[in-house]
DNA sequence: CGAAGTACGTACCAGCGGTATGTCGGATAC
DNA sequence: GTATCCGACATACCGCTGGTACGTACTTCG
C-alpha cells in the first residue's frame, strides 16, 4: 500500500477510502450519540441519525448491524471516555482516603452533564441486557470503583477476599449511580451534590473508624449486622 | 350467574358491566405483567398482550391510553405490591440496626424474584423518565427505606435535616438496587446475598461506630471528607 | 486498463403502536 | 315491557420504524 494516490496526508497508512469510511462512521457516532443523548433510545429514529450525519441508511447498515449495534458503539466510547476523565483527575491524589473523595466528586460532575446519565445509567442496562451493562463497566468506570475501594481498604491493612471487594465495590457504585442522578436532577445540584459527598464521607468515615479501633469483618458478619448487639 | 338482575354476587353495588370491565382490565395487567417481566418493555407488542389477554386492542385503548400507560399501570402495581411485602417483613422488628438489616434482606428476597428487578429496576427508568420513576418510589419502596434510615439515624440521636436524610436514604437506596441485582446474576446468589449483608452490615457499623464515639456529621463535613485527615 | 471489492444509495417490506369507526348487550327511564 | 342510551368492546386501517435486498459508483490492485 503505497504510491500514487492512495495515501491520505494527516493518516499514515489508510487509504483515502479508509479515511472516508472511517469518517462516515464517526460521523454516524457523533450524531447518535447527540441524539441519544437528547430523545433517549427509543425516541431515536434511524432516520433522524442518518438524516443528522448525512448519509442514508445503507451506510449505517454497512457499518454497523443495526440501531443496538450502533447505540453499543456509542455506550462504549462514552463510557471509556467518562471513565478516562475520572481517572486522569485521579491521578493527582495519592492518599486512598482523599482519593475516594475525589473520585466521587469527579463522577459526580461526569454525571451531571448528562450524556452520560441517559445514555449509560438510564438507557444502558434497558438496551442491552442488565449483563452486557454490567460486562462493559467491569472493565472502564466500575473499574475505577474497584480500584478505589481496594486502595482504600487495604489501607486498613485488611486481606478481604476478591468477592468481598467486589460486592463492596458494587455497593458503592451503585450508590453513585443513584446519587448521581439525584444530583443531576436536583433543584440545587450544587447543594445537593455537597449533600452527597458529606454522606459518602461519612461512610468512609464510619469505615475508618472501625478500622482504627481494630474491628474487622468476621466481628460483623453474624448476618444480622446490629452494631448494638444485645443477645 | 343467577337472576336477570344486574347485581353481581360478591360485589354489592357494583354493576355487571363495571364487573366485565374491571376484569379485562385486570386480565390486561396481569399478562401485560408476565410478558414485560418476561421480554421487557420493547420485546413486548401489544397484539402479544391482547392475545394473552383474549381481548382486542380495542380493549385495551379503551381501558389505557396507550402502551405505556399500561406499562405505568403494571409498574405501580409490581411496585406497591413490593413495598408492601417489605414493609410486612419490617413489622415483626422493632430495634432500628435489626430492621435495617431485615430490610435489606426483604428487598434482596424481591428483588430475585426478578419481575421487580426487570420493571422496576431496569425498564422503569428507561420507560418513563427517571422523573416520573423517582415520583413513584419515592412513596413505596424508597419510602420504606426513608423510614429505616431516619429510625436508625435518629436512634444516634441525631437530627440531620431532611434534605441529608433523604440524601443519605438514596444512596442506600441506590446501593440497594446495584446490590440486588448483582445478587440476582450472581452464579451464587445466596453467597452473594451473604455477602451484601455483611458489606451493609459493615457500614452500618461505620455508623454506629462514629455514633458511639460521639463523632457528628459536622466533624466530616469538612469536603474533603478524608478520615485520616493531616493539613 | 480492466477486474474486483468496498462503501455506500435506493426501493421495499413486515410489524409495530395508534386511531377511527362500527357494533352489541347490559343499564336506565318511562 | 320496551324504548333509549351508553359503555365496553371488536374491526379495519394508517403511518412510521427497523431491517433487508439489491443496485451502483468509486477505488484499489494487478
Redesign the pocket.
Known amino acids: 500500500?503505497?504510491?500514487?494516490?492512495?495515501k491520505?496526508p494527516g493518516v499514515p497508512g489508510a487509504?483515502?477510502?479508509?479515511?472516508?469510511?472511517?469518517?462516515?462512521?464517526r460521523a454516524l457516532i457523533d450524531v447518535a450519540e447527540g441524539l441519544f443523548a437528547d430523545h433517549g433510545y427509543?425516541g431515536?429514529?434511524?432516520?433522524?441519525?442518518?438524516s443528522g450525519a448525512?448519509?442514508?441508511?445503507?451506510?449505517?447498515?454497512?457499518?454497523f448491524?443495526?440501531?443496538?449495534?450502533?447505540f453499543e458503539a456509542v455506550f462504549e466510547r462514552v463510557e471509556i471516555e467518562s471513565a478516562k476523565r475520572i481517572q486522569k483527575a485521579l491521578r493527582s491524589e495519592k492518599d486512598p482516603w482523599r482519593k475516594a473523595s475525589l473520585g466521587l466528586r469527579s463522577f459526580l460532575a461526569v454525571v451531571r452533564e448528562g450524556t452520560y446519565r441517559r445514555i449509560v445509567i438510564q438507557d444502558g442496562p434497558a438496551v442491552r441486557g442488565y449483563e452486557r451493562y454490567r460486562e462493559q463497566e467491569e472493565r472502564s468506570t466500575f473499574a475505577n470503583v474497584v480500584e478505589i475501594v481496594r486502595a482504600t481498604l487495604e489501607a486498613g491493612a485488611w486481606d478481604l477476599d476478591e468477592d468481598m471487594l467486589q460486592t463492596f465495590a458494587r455497593i458503592f457504585f451503585g450508590a453513585m449511580s443513584a446519587a448521581g442522578e439525584s444530583v443531576a436532577t436536583a433543584v440545587d445540584p450544587e447543594a445537593a451534590a455537597q449533600r452527597v459527598e458529606s454522606a459518602v464521607g461519612f461512610l468512609l468515615a464510619g469505615i475508618q473508624a472501625l478500622v482504627d479501633q481494630g474491628t474487622d469483618l468476621e466481628t460483623v458478619i453474624t448476618g444480622a449486622a446490629a452494631p448494638g448487639d444485645e443477645a
Not at 487509504?15 to 462512521?25: H, V
Not at 431515536?44 to 442518518?50: K, N, P, Q
Not at 448491524?65 to 450502533?70: E, I, R
Open positions: 500500500m503505497s504510491k500514487l494516490v492512495p491520505v487509504t483515502r477510502r479508509a479515511s472516508y469510511s472511517a469518517s462516515t462512521k427509543a431515536t429514529s434511524l432516520d433522524a441519525i442518518v448525512r448519509v442514508t441508511k445503507g451506510a449505517l447498515y454497512h457499518h448491524s443495526g440501531k443496538q449495534a450502533l
